[in-house]
């Protein structure tokens, strides 16, 4: 009998424990979810706007527009009309917002940081044509010339290597004779001599960045052969710049310069 009423009420102890417990847990939960509510309503609250959750972007002028604050693509742009600018350097005007591009540097970009993007005539948002902004792509366009035309002068063009002048004041000279020629053909492709086997592989070209992917070359030994510093120097180069008949390609985190010479 006394056994029977000592389960009974272990019983109701651990079944009291456990709706306590329940309770309990409900209580905290509620408690987070409300904090974490108030979080997401104070960070869409617009200081400027009576505190009822709405939030803005950029400020309103007197004209209707507004003006773009947008730190990542570094554009202070007027914006109406339900467009927005977007793109990793704010170039883009359209009725997407967000919309991203691969990050890259052109000097027009520059421009459309006082442009104005708003719904053309034609019903899509697009950069309004003005006189300024014309004139400023125009400039852009003009001080990207010579670079464009670099590029046909490197590929095509035999380069002798003369000597690579390193970050720390050493220079590796290359040997006499015109032994390391290097060629960048029309097809991407790189071939280069040098003073013991043959180079060969494919090349990236975008404006002055210039990369050479991994090189084939044939296995031959030679006693005090360059070809090592070489083809590792090579390996190594992020971008150039041609000089009358000079070819300068500078290495990787200011390794150093290589310099060729128009043969």
């Known amino acids: 009998m006394k056994t029977t009423f000592l389960l009974k009420t272990l019983g109701v102890l651990v079944l009291l424990?456990?709706?306590?417990?329940?309770?309990?847990?409900?209580?905290?939960r509620f408690k987070q979810i409300s904090v974490i509510d108030s979080i997401n309503v104070s960070s869409s609250t617009n200081p400027t706007d009576g505190g009822f959750?709405?939030?803005t972007n950029g400020s309103t002028n007197l004209d209707g527009t507004s003006t773009n604050p947008?730190?990542?693509?570094g554009t202070n742009s007027q914006v109406s009309g339900g467009c927005f600018v977007g793109g990793c350097s704010g170039h883009i005007c359209s009725d997407q917002k967000d919309i991203m591009s691969t990050c890259e540097y052109r000097e027009e970009?520059?421009?459309?940081?006082?442009?104005?993007?708003e719904?053309?005539?034609?019903?899509?948002?697009?950069?309004?044509q003005t006189s300024t902004l014309n004139a400023c792509l125009v400039n852009a366009n003009?001080?990207?010339?010579?670079?464009?035309?670099n590029n046909y002068a490197l590929v095509g063009t035999k380069w002798s290597w003369v000597k690579t002048t390193l970050s720390t004041g050493a220079a590796v000279q290359a040997p006499a004779g015109n032994k390391f020629v290097l060629t960048l053909k029309s097809d991407k492709s790189v071939q280069s001599t040098t003073d013991c086997n043959?180079?060969?592989?494919?090349?990236?070209l975008d404006g002055e960045v210039l990369s050479f992917g991994p090189f084939v070359q044939t296995m031959?030994?030679?006693?005090g052969s360059k070809e090592a510093d070489y083809s590792r120097q090579l390996s190594l180069t992020s971008s150039y710049v041609i000089a009358g008949d000079e070819l300068k390609l500078n290495l990787y985190k200011d390794y150093g310069t290589m310099i060729f010479k128009k043969i």
């Open 17 to 28: 424990a456990i709706v306590i417990w329940t309770l309990d847990f409900s209580v905290n």
């Open 109 to 117: 970009y520059a421009c459309y940081r006082s442009a104005v993007c």
């Open 142 to 149: 003009n001080s990207n010339l010579n670079p464009i035309q």
């Open 53 to 55: 959750g709405t939030s």
């Open 198 to 204: 043959s180079l060969g592989g494919n090349y990236v």
């Open 70 to 73: 947008d730190t990542n693509s």
């Open 119 to 128: 719904r053309q005539a034609n019903g899509s948002c697009g950069w309004t």
């Open 220 to 223: 031959m030994y030679c006693e």
